[in-house]
């Protein structure tokens, strides 16, 4: 198996069972965050709690980028500081605009993602949870909605 079929199956195996994908009852911040081009939205669920992100889940319709990325980022994002998440955030970011390679991204599954950087308008698919992530962390608390440039 080519390491382009390894990470077409990492992408396939997420986007079939995602992980974490379900409603949370408890969060302590909401960002509900839509990519205009396409509809697709994700809503975030986030657990903060002692600087700490706690849980997170997700819920929302989409390509199998967008929703493969979703899924291995709540699975990446669990247990980390909110400074380790905003970290991450800008790593992976990095990584699938072709700015930082793989190699040095340190992104365990979420590498499967590094080929998004060949077709640029499927990087908004990519990043759309993350960029979901990125608006909650800042929140702090509350609810957020909003679309993606
Ligand atoms: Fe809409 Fe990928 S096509 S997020």
Redesign the pocket.
């Known amino acids: 198996m080519s390491l382009d079929d390894l990470y077409r199956e990492v992408i396939l195996d997420h986007y079939r069972s995602p992980r974490n994908k379900r409603k949370m009852d408890d969060p302590t911040v909401v960002v509900e965050l839509k990519?205009p081009?396409?509809?697709?939205e994700i809503t975030l669920y986030l657990k903060l709690s002692g600087g700490v992100v706690e849980a997170l889940s997700f819920e929302g319709k989409?390509?199998s980028?967008?929703q493969a990325s979703a899924s291995m980022m709540t699975q990446a994002v669990r247990g980390k500081s909110l400074q380790e998440a905003l970290e991450l955030v800008e790593r992976f970011k990095r990584m699938v605009r072709g700015e930082l390679p793989a190699s040095e991204a340190d992104l365990g599954d979420l590498e499967a993602l590094q080929g998004v950087a060949k077709f640029p308008v499927?990087v908004?698919?990519a990043t759309?949870s993350w960029e979901a992530l990125r608006r909650g962390l800042e929140s702090d608390e509350g609810r957020v909605s909003g679309e993606v440039e």
């Open positions: 990519n081009v396409c509809g697709d989409g390509c980028i967008s499927r908004k698919c759309l």
